[in-house]
């Protein structure tokens, strides 16, 4: 299984600019992706990125164009750089990982809050 753990949350003003920070350890890293979720105040979590170890990321509807996840392999650090924020992206952000094969559980950091005001 991996170790997560998520930094570089905080409070910002919409319209500005968070960069989120998940180290991860473990073995065979390069055999899992690693995603970012979110659960916003009353809602369910919800996936906005993922990217694999060669790069190929996706993104929730609501978030392109606006966030960019990014990997540094050498460092085993994923990053979610969130810009033009909005209220709505206020939740508590979660580092996620699975195994390519999808064998075994998810592995999962503690959460880093985000906070955007309007």
């Known amino acids: 299984q991996v170790q997560l753990a998520e930094s570089g949350g905080g409070l910002v003003q919409a319209g500005g600019s968070l960069r989120l920070s998940c180290a991860a350890m473990?073995?065979?890293?390069?055999?899992?992706?690693l995603a970012w979720y979110r659960q916003g105040p009353g809602k369910e979590r919800e996936l906005v990125a993922t990217i694999t170890s060669g790069g190929s990321s996706t993104y929730a509807d609501s978030v392109k164009d606006r966030f960019t996840i990014s990997r540094d392999n050498s460092q085993s650090t994923v990053y979610l750089q969130m810009n033009s924020l909005k209220p709505e992206d206020t939740g508590v952000y979660y580092c996620?990982?699975?195994?390519?094969?999808?064998?075994?559980?998810?592995?999962w950091g503690q959460g880093t809050q985000v906070t955007v005001s309007s």
């Open positions: 473990g073995r065979e890293l390069a055999l899992y992706v």
């Open positions: 996620n990982a699975y195994h390519v094969s999808r064998y075994g559980p998810d592995s």
